[in-house]
């Protein structure tokens, strides 16, 4: 490995804990890698939502994108780290419709779901996002929606298969 990649690689590592599936592709771009990386980070150590509500997002934006690796592992993390039903987990992929008893988890499903329609978020919708997660909330919201949507188009760009288990690098 390069010195550039392997410094990207131990950057991430750093940041992770571990160099998952789509940061070792990113390794081939190791400035891009620098800068995108801290993103994921933050989500894993600093966002204002809960495991459960990154989980229901990301298990959205990775339906609809169809990225057969992002959607294994999610439906895996969504389950037991993020505590999901699996059924509803199931749900958000496919993009069916569920439900959720929690009103906060709710919100970022239904917040999750209209901006990767892609639809316009009503009103109503913004204001029980605004009052349940406030301005910082929905911002993570979007930011994890793009980040994700940045996962599977790498992966789609690389055609990583569901079972990929090394990404060689």
């Keep these: ?16 804990g571990l160099v998952p599936g789509p940061h070792k592709i990113w390794l081939a771009n190791p400035a891009l890698a620098k ?12 966002s204002t939502l809960t495991k459960a509500e990154i989980e229901i997002a990301t298990n959205v934006v990775n339906g609809r994108w169809c ?11 969504g389950e037991h780290a993020g505590q999901l039903d699996r059924r509803r987990v199931q749900a958000l ?21 209209a901006l990767v329609a892609p639809r316009v978020v009503p009103m109503g919708l ?6 349940l997660l406030g301005d910082e909330g929905i911002v993570d919201v979007a930011v994890l ?16 298969p569901a079972n990929a288990v090394g990404l060689d690098q």
């Excluded at 800068?35 to 600093?46: K, S």
């Excluded at 990225?67 to 993390?77: F, G, K, L």
């Excluded at 929606?145 to 990583?160: H, K, S």
Aim: include cysteine; aromatic fraction near 14%; hydrophobic fraction near 40%.
């Design 1 to 16: 490995m390069p010195p550039e990649m392997r410094g990207a690689y131990e950057f991430t590592r750093e940041l992770r």
């Design 35 to 46: 800068t995108i990386v801290p993103t994921g980070a933050y989500f894993q150590r600093d």
């Design 67 to 77: 990225s057969p690796y992002a959607n294994y592992e999610h439906e895996i993390i």
């Design 93 to 113: 992929i496919a993009g069916l419709p569920t439900s959720f008893d929690d009103p906060r988890q709710q919100a970022v499903y239904e917040l999750a779901s």
């Design 126 to 131: 913004y204001r029980r996002a605004k009052e």
């Design 145 to 160: 929606l793009g980040w994700f949507t940045m996962v599977c188009l790498t992966l789609a760009a690389f055609d990583v």
